[in-house]
């Protein structure tokens, strides 16, 4: 799937709306609101669907997303091979997620991603700016950069969020609090942070946030069970949102508290 986005999105004049479906010249595009739905591929009639309502980078990247589906069917082999494999339910999740493997590479050029750790490292500043250059989600940056990232690192995209009332570890009133919306670890890293985890107070990325400062030092990875595991935070503020990264210590160098 990697390989027919790659290809397709090299044959492309840019990576606007317009011209990723340069390729796909028999397909017409159309914007209508969709309800709960961000959007549809008709092979049958060779339309794509995205809905008017919901935000521009996400109708970008269901565009993405529909056009991989697209290539998908088109491609005899790899769609024999995908129903030898799966069937039913487990077939259908599969190929949801090949098509988002599909548009992150067809909306991140490889060159991009090079570029960013390159520059910026693994950090919550790389983040941010292939989130921003690639005009893509923060979630969809941080999962495609973890992907990449050989470092032993945790990704989290923190931002205020009203808790729930009925989870057992919020307050007895609960309001508004600093918390995790997204996080995923580069490949072999087995800990990971659960949407909702509150950022403590004083902790870097809350500082960060405060400030609007970025804020790279020694603490630690908030987990919600209350362990902290030593790590090297590195916290990038991002309007209403902290970009982070925290690199784990290699074997030998801490353990969680």
Known sequence: MKTLAAEYAAALPGRDTHSLMHGLSDVQLSFLPMGERDGAYDPEHRVILINSRVRPERQRFTLAHEI????????????????????????????????????????????????????????????????????????????????????????AVCAVARLDAEDPEAPEAPGKALTVRVSSAAPGVKYSLRPGTPIPAQHPVAVALDTRLPIAQDSYVPFRSGRRMPAQVDAFPDRHRVMVSFLLPTRGEGSAS
């Open 68 to 155: 991989s589906h697209a290539l998908l069917l088109g491609d005899d082999d790899l769609l024999s091979d995908l129903h030898d494999a799966f069937e039913g339910e487990r077939l259908e999740q599969v190929i949801e997620t090949l098509c988002n493997v599909g548009a992150a590479a067809l909306l991140i050029p490889q060159t991009l991603l090079d570029e960013v750790l390159t520059r910026f490292g693994p950090t919550g500043r790389a983040l941010a700016e292939l989130s921003r250059r690639a005009d893509i989600s923060a979630s969809t940056a941080l999962y495609t950069l973890a992907e990449h990232t050989a470092a032993p690192v945790i990704y």
